[in-house]
């Protein structure tokens, strides 16, 4: 099991203050987690995509190739890329540049988001989102992986014999993950031969161990190389330096501002369910405690959903310090990741272990 650092990107103000860093500060912080994030060992680093609010993070390839310069080893990645919107053929030589700058470390996290009202801003109809992935990821993947290709569908013009350049480094293309938060998106994932990604915002606890084993179980059916099935979870968290209650009361007013203000953006007047930002209840789709309490409660929900290729954590919204969030991410990555060392990709109805 690999493990990660992901960022949506948000500039929130400091829920405890009313203040929030520069923007400058911020773009700062993004890079430099990417770099701690190495320093720390963690396997890879996601970076979001958002436009048209407080999200600031809206161009994750110069964050990913400024990371990529300070760097070595890291794999880097988005969490979400917005490929429905973007023309795959321009997708696919931004990424393909920092693939080439980051000597072959990249990977790509794509969706279609969750705020609807984007679409329109791009011209196009949101009830189409679906399909406007699915036909991304396939031009993509095309592009990627041959030299001559011609091409006609709804979102772009039609393409004629056109090589894009440059070629990514990684061959036959980078990895390729589709967030999943439905039975639909785990089917598309399938369908296109891509690992699936949890966003447990999304999905919820409950709900996870059944979209999983809808993957594994339709992989297999597709006649796919259970070798090549990918399942990763993506979590909010904090790990504190003491007690589970000192953690909880520390973080919780930054996760709950962090989620008021999403849910305020995804739909003009809805309501917060309790349960997502109450760090007490037994379903909160966050991970907050001490060292022992963060590793107890992952290693059963990894446990629950039969063990991951790869676990993001994600720390830093709701106007988190960044000193604090690189104190989290350091007791998670000393004392928490060996821990869960032994919890690999463990499905019962496969003899091989699934491995990204």
């Not at 966003?199 to 059944?210: F, L, N």
């Not at 709701?318 to 000393?334: M, P, Q, T």
């Amino acid at each position: 099991m690999r493990i990660g650092i992901a960022t949506l990107g948000d500039h929130l103000p400091d829920p405890h203050t009313g203040l929030a860093v520069t923007p400058y500060e911020r773009f700062r912080e993004f890079v430099e987690l990417g770099v701690h994030a190495e320093q720390l060992g963690f396997d890879t680093y996601h970076v979001g995509e958002h436009h048209f609010c407080e999200y600031v993070l809206s161009s994750p390839t110069p964050i990913l190739a400024a990371v990529a310069e300070r760097t070595s080893s890291i794999r880097l990645s988005t969490a979400v890329a917005l490929l429905s919107n973007h023309d795959p053929v321009r997708i696919a030589e931004d990424y393909a540049t920092v693939d080439q700058i980051s000597n072959g470390r990249v990977e790509l996290v794509g969706g279609r988001g969750v705020f609807n009202a984007l679409y329109a801003q791009y011209g196009q109809d949101s009830a189409q989102s679906a399909a406007l992935l699915d036909e991304a990821v396939r031009l993509l993947l095309r592009l990627w992986t041959e030299e001559h290709v011609s091409w006609s569908g709804t979102i772009r013009p039609p393409l004629h014999d056109v090589t894009v350049y440059p070629r990514p480094l990684q061959q036959p293309h980078p990895p390729v993950w589709i967030s999943t938060s439905s039975e639909e998106s785990v089917d598309r994932a399938v369908a296109l031969g891509c690992g699936m990604m949890l966003a447990t915002i999304s999905t919820g606890v409950e709900r996870q161990p059944e979209l999983v084993r809808r993957y594994r179980d339709a992989w297999r059916s597709a006649g796919r190389d259970p070798q090549d099935a990918r399942v990763g979870l993506h979590v909010h968290g904090f790990v504190g330096p003491d007690s589970t209650r000192a953690a909880r009361d520390r973080w919780q007013p930054h996760q709950r501002s962090y989620l008021e203000w999403v849910f305020s953006l995804v739909r003009a007047g809805a309501v917060l369910p309790p349960h997502l930002a109450d760090l007490d209840h037994p379903t909160s789709q966050a991970v907050c405690g001490s060292v022992d309490d963060v590793i107890e409660e992952l290693l059963r929900r990894l446990n629950d959903i039969g063990g991951v290729d790869l676990l993001l954590m994600q720390t830093d919204q709701g106007g988190l310090s960044f000193d604090e969030v690189i104190a989290s991410f350091e007791r998670f990555a000393s004392q928490v990741v060996p821990a869960l060392a032994g919890s690999t990709n463990s499905d019962p109805a496969d003899d091989a272990s699934l491995t990204a």
